[in-house]
């Protein structure tokens, strides 16, 4: 395995900065960690997670579709879509890769593909970095995700340990990435990595989350289907959210969207934009919302993550345990404790 000393790290992002568009967590001025893109003296963050996934390169939060201009009866159409240039995202958590598999068989897997999508899962190259110290919010392995990138995940896997980042190329982009840069790295040693593997297993294995009982949800069949539907415990897993969407917006999985038209004054830009079905006029149409009270809405939000999307994707949940829900409710209400309330439930 080929490996850089962590105080050289600086001079390896600065071989694929000057190469390509490459993006890291950076610290912002909270004390919390953005991706940004890198940068003479950008730093890479110690934090364990940025605010928001890495979602963001691929379906990002407004993205314009296409434009109009009317002239008379003539309508000329402008699509503003062009090849996105090659790019490197470093630092991905296990949760984030997970993430972008379950927005991609939706984007990419099923008829009609996202071609604005798959222009940027083709382009980007993406770089994994185990967790080394897991939180005690993260609940990935409930889900069978390893922390430890004991099972590879993204492009290129990558470890710090024992002083040094060690890489390991999983794709052919992945390889591309590695041979970049590989006057820069050293044989490694495989014991430090395989030894921060068990390190990064056992402290996950204590995470206060880390055996949720999913036994009652994921793929059901339909008639277990709707005795979670009908459930008694929505009405008090539900009564204290706001609605605010905030849960929805740091979510990594989460990929509903609307789209708009916007009068330029020059003709009519379109435009997509993440939406949250956390809101009151979500899919609202011209008889009204069908979905009218704040226990339906966060009922359709958990119903999708934890038994629809299973339902269609082989057992597949549509989470990832990345703990970001339960790090910014306003109320403290989460995936957790609606798990744990069905899982406890006796009308289910």
């Known amino acids: 395995m080929l490996s850089i000393s962590a105080d050289k790290i600086d001079s390896l992002f600065e071989l694929v900065g000057s190469k390509q568009p490459l993006y890291l967590p950076v610290d912002n001025t909270s004390g919390k960690a953005d991706f940004k893109r890198w940068e003479k003296g950008s730093k890479l963050s110690s934090a364990l997670k940025t605010v928001r996934s890495a979602k963001d390169f691929f379906f990002p939060k407004t993205e314009h579709m296409v434009s109009y201009q009317v002239s008379g009866k003539e309508i000329t159409v402008t699509d503003p879509r062009k090849d996105v240039e090659d790019f490197v995202i470093f630092g991905v958590r296990a949760c984030d890769a997970k993430g972008f598999e379950i927005i991609d068989n939706v984007y990419m897997n099923m008829e009609p593909r996202d071609s604005y999508y798959i222009n940027r899962r083709e382009h980007g190259t993406v770089v994994t970095l185990a967790c080394a110290e897991p939180a005690k919010e993260c609940f990935c392995s409930s889900y069978g995700i390893d922390a430890s990138l004991a099972k590879p995940a993204g492009d290129v896997s990558c470890w710090l340990a024992d002083g040094k980042f060690f890489f390991s190329a999983n794709t052919d982009k992945g390889k591309k990435f590695v041979d970049g840069v590989k006057q820069l790295l050293a044989d490694g040693d495989d014991k430090a990595v395989e ?21 009652k949800l994921g793929g059901v069949k339909p008639d277990q289907m709707m005795k979670v539907f009908n459930s008694k415990v929505w009405d008090k897993v539900a009564e204290p959210c706001l609605g605010c969407g905030t849960c929805t917006y740091v979510c990594p999985t989460c990929m509903c969207f609307d789209v708009r038209d916007f009068n330029t004054g020059n003709g009519i830009r379109q435009v997509r934009c993440w939406d949250s079905c ?71």
């Not at 030894?195 to 036994?215: G, Q, V």
């Not at 966060?298 to 934890?306: A, E, V, Y």
């Open 195 to 215: 030894a921060a593997k068990k390190d990064i297993a056992a402290k996950t294995e204590k995470l206060p989350f880390a055996h949720l009982d999913l036994s």
């Open 278 to 348: 956390m809101y009151n006029d979500f899919t609202q149409m011209a008889a009204a919302n069908p979905r009218l009270t704040q226990k339906e809405r966060s009922r359709q939000r958990f119903m999708h993550k934890l038994v629809y999307y299973p339902m269609a994707h082989e057992n597949l949940f549509s989470c990832v345990g990345c703990g970001r829900c339960l790090e910014s409710c306003p109320v403290n209400m989460n995936i957790v404790k609606v798990i744990k309330a069905i899982g406890e439930s006796d009308d289910i």
